[in-house]
């Protein structure tokens, strides 16, 4: 059985007629997040540049979660678009504007027009550290020990 989870969201005014975020399936994790760009205003993003791509929402997260921005693989497929800083983390204490940093790694020009699903939004729980400080000697001993960065084949 799927949980719920009630969050608390605003659209701005440059998102009217776009529709809130949504699930393009029954069993996705991610919803769509679209650009509220002009419509007479598409972003032209070319090879190697970056923008950051507004989204026209605002949340309001529950304490103990935070909602991660994640790429769209078929905009990476087809057209070598993706995200930087990724995945990007929506703390539950930011209120302002949900907005997306998209990269062209592709060799051609790639238009970004008004409505186009850019990003998915995925929430997850958050857990606070409380560090348990040890000495030389105080972390306990694995198999792996320091090896890292290829150590295991």
């Known amino acids: ?34 650009a509220a760009l002009p419509a007479a205003e598409p972003l032209r993003l070319e090879p190697m540049a970056r923008a950051l791509v ?14 991660q921005i994640r ?6 497929a087809r057209f070598g678009v993706t995200l930087l800083n990724s995945p990007g983390t929506i703390d539950c204490d930011y209120r302002g504007e949900v907005k997306v940093i998209l990269v062209n790694l592709g060799g051609e020009l790639f238009e970004v027009s008004r409505g186009l699903r850019i990003a998915q939004l995925v929430l997850a729980r958050t857990i606070s550290v409380v560090w348990d400080r040890v000495g030389p000697d105080g972390l306990e001993g694995t198999d792996r020990g320091e090896g890292g960065f290829g150590s295991t084949g």
């Open 1 to 34: 059985m799927t949980q719920t989870l009630e969050v608390r969201i605003e659209q701005l005014p440059h998102a009217q007629g776009l529709g809130l975020p949504e699930y393009a399936t029954s069993g996705a994790a991610g919803l769509d997040l679209v």
């Open 54 to 67: 507004p989204t026209g929402i605002k949340l309001a997260l529950p304490e103990g979660y935070e909602a």
């Open 71 to 76: 790429p769209r693989s078929g905009l990476a």
